[in-house]
């Protein structure tokens, strides 16, 4: 999965970056591996919560329609909702306008033992904020710097950042918002203003590039994740995911007592 990972410093060019790509994995195999890591990562998750020592964060960018709720429902399917959480950054209520823009955001970062999965995140603030000209870019070009030492200072505190774009292509996102608005069902997760936002495809694709190629580094990178199969967008970023946790070494503590011995009546 390293291929999808951008290297820092690297200048990303959507372009380049397939959302079609499957890996070469069909999708029953893909759906046998997902079941596979959704058993891992329940695991994972609980010697993360038991050990008590590492935080993990996990960011979700993508376009509207991109599948980050898709995403969180079965990569996390399995794992306990004690020690997982999910923070939806939706348009910013007066009080955090009132503030930095990192102020909403730092307040959920995850402690010791926890997962914090961000369901858009800081990242708005160049993206959205960016291409609706909210702020005047003398403002927002500061703040790809921001974001690099701010997730630095986590990082160096403890935790463990992995940040995830879902890459959909135009097409795709018209066939899924065409599949809305033919699902009455699905009605609640449509506004008109989606297709405004769809007209601006070209400038949030500027925004995401810059976004990628500016704040992708080594303690925590973006990865690019082909998400027009949503089985194989799942795979990527639940292999990336175990992987990662596997790398951390973690081990259950000791018990606080000598257990040796013990005879219960
Ligand atoms: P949804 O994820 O569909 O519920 O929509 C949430 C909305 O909040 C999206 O349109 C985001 O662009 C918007 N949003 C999130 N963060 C910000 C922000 N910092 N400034 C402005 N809008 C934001
Ligand atoms: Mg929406």
């Known amino acids: 999965m390293d291929r999808y990972r951008v290297a820092a410093g690297a200048e990303v060019r959507l372009g380049d970056w397939d959302p079609e790509d499957t890996g070469g994995v069909d999708r029953d195999t893909a759906k046998h591996r997902i079941e596979e890591l959704n058993h891992r990562l329940e695991a994972l998750q609980e010697l993360l919560y038991a050990e008590g020592k590492h935080k993990v964060l996990v960011v979700l960018q993508a376009t509207d329609t991109g599948g980050k709720d898709g995403t969180i429902r079965r990569v996390f399917e399995g794992t306990n909702p004690q020690g997982v959480k ?86 795709e996102q018209k066939e899924r918002l065409q599949a809305r608005l033919d699902d009455p069902s699905k009605h609640w997760k449509f506004s008109l203003g989606d297709l405004d936002e769809r007209k601006r495809w070209d400038d ?62």
């Open 86 to 171: 999910v923070a939806s950054f939706k348009q910013p209520t007066p009080l955090e306008l009132a503030h930095d823009y990192l102020w909403r955001v730092h307040a959920h970062a995850p402690g010791t033992g926890e997962i914090v999965i961000f369901n858009r995140s800081h990242y708005e603030d160049v993206l959205v904020v960016r291409v609706h000209d909210l702020v005047p870019e003398e403002r927002w070009s500061r703040r790809y710097d921001h974001i690099l030492a701010f997730e630095q200072l986590l990082a160096d505190e403890g935790t463990t950042i992995l940040k995830f774009f879902l890459h959909i292509s135009r097409d």
């Open 204 to 265: 949030y694709r500027h925004a995401f590039e810059d976004m990628l190629s500016r704040t992708s580094s080594d303690t925590a990178p973006w990865y690019v994740v082909p998400a027009n199969h949503k089985w194989y967008r799942d795979l990527v970023v639940a292999s990336v995911l175990a992987a990662t946790l596997e790398s951390l070494g973690m081990a259950y503590p000791p018990p606080e007592d000598d257990l040796s011995g013990v005879v219960i009546e």
